[in-house]
């Protein structure tokens, strides 16, 4: 879900559903685009959730103590910050339809 929120789509979106399962098995952890944009902290985060091996993996209790969730925002922000994503995309649509 956090590569889908950084990349805007799912990873392998455009495959067919059983070619996804496929990539995610013989290719592991999928690429987020961009990478050296995110913080280190993200970056850090994702390789945490991400691990194949499951003895090396963190575990839910491991992850709400990650340094990336305890700079998360108050929840009261979240609606703000939709609203603002939302209007943004609208204004990337109007642009990009030539409005």
């Known amino acids: 879900m956090t590569i889908e ?3 805007g789509i799912p990873p392998y979106f455009n495959e067919d559903p ?3 399962l496929y990539l995610i098995a013989t290719k592991r952890k999928p690429e987020v685009n961009d990478k050296q944009k995110l913080s280190a902290e ?3 985060f994702l390789d945490k959730t ?3 091996d499951v003895e090396k993996r963190a575990s839910a ?3 709400l103590q990650h340094a990336f969730l305890k700079k998360a925002g108050d929840l009261k922000s979240l609606k703000q910050n939709i609203l603002s994503a939302r209007e943004a995309a609208a204004l990337e649509a109007g642009e990009a339809a030539g409005e």
Do not use: C, G, T
């Open 18 to 20: 059983l070619r996804a």
């Open 5 to 7: 929120m950084i990349d």
């Open 50 to 52: 991400l691990e194949v």
């Open 61 to 63: 209790a491991d992850l």
């Open 42 to 44: 993200l970056v850090k």
